[in-house]
C-alpha cells in the first residue's frame, strides 16, 4: 500500500532537480492507461477459447482469458511509450507522469505536461474517472483511469490529483 505522502515522496525522489524550490509535487495518484476496448475484448474471446479447445477446462478459459487480456494491455502500453500503470504527480507548474513498477514503485519520468497549455478533460466511468491530457503546445496527449473507490487504497491519491486537474484556481 502507498499512501498519498509515500506516493508524493517517490514522486519527488524520480523528479528530484527537475523540481523548484516553488513548484512542489502538490499531490500524486496511481492510474492507469485507458483500455483499448475493442482490443482487450477481442484478446479475452480468444485467450478463453484457446484455453477451451486445448482443456476444456472453464478454470483454464478464465485465466486464459485474463492472461490475453494483460498480454494486450501490455502491448497498448509499449505502443505509446508508457507502462500500464502510472503514477501522475502534479506540481503547480506541471503534470509529470512517471512509470510505475508494482512492488517498488517509479523509476523514471515519462512524459512532462505544462499545466498553462494542457487541456484536461474529466470524465465519469462508472465508479472510474477518465483523465485526458492534451498539451497544445507540445502535441503530446495521453488518456488515463483513476479510480474513486471507496476501499480502493489508490482513491484518494487518485481523487486529489482529479481535484487538483478540475480546479486549478
Do not use: Y
Request: avoid cysteine; proline fraction near 1%.
Amino acid at each position: 500500500m502507498n499512501s498519498e505522502a509515500e506516493l508524493i515522496e517517490k514522486a519527488e525522489q524520480i523528479l528530484g532537480s527537475d523540481l523548484s524550490e516553488n513548484d512542489k509535487v502538490l499531490a500524486a495518484g496511481i492510474f492507469g492507461l485507458q483500455d483499448d476496448f475493442t482490443a482487450t475484448a477481442v484478446a479475452s474471446v480468444a485467450g478463453a477459447t484457446i484455453a477451451d479447445s486445448l482443456t476444456e477446462n472453464s478454470l483454464a478459459e478464465g485465466v486464459g482469458a485474463a492472461a490475453a487480456v494483460h498480454a494486450t494491455r501490455e502491448a497498448h502500453a509499449g505502443a505509446q511509450g508508457v507502462t500500464v500503470r502510472m503514477l501522475v504527480a502534479v506540481t503547480h507548474n506541471s503534470l509529470h507522469i512517471l512509470d510505475w513498477v508494482t512492488g517498488s514503485g517509479p523509476t523514471k519520468q515519462l512524459f512532462r505536461f505544462d499545466r498553462a497549455s494542457t487541456d484536461v478533460q474529466i470524465t465519469k466511468f462508472g465508479l472510474s474517472r477518465h483523465l485526458n491530457l492534451r498539451d497544445s503546445a507540445a502535441g503530446t496527449s495521453l488518456a488515463l483511469t483513476g479510480t474513486t473507490l471507496v476501499f480502493s487504497a489508490e482513491a484518494k491519491g487518485d481523487k486529489l490529483v482529479l481535484h487538483l486537474l478540475a480546479d486549478p484556481g
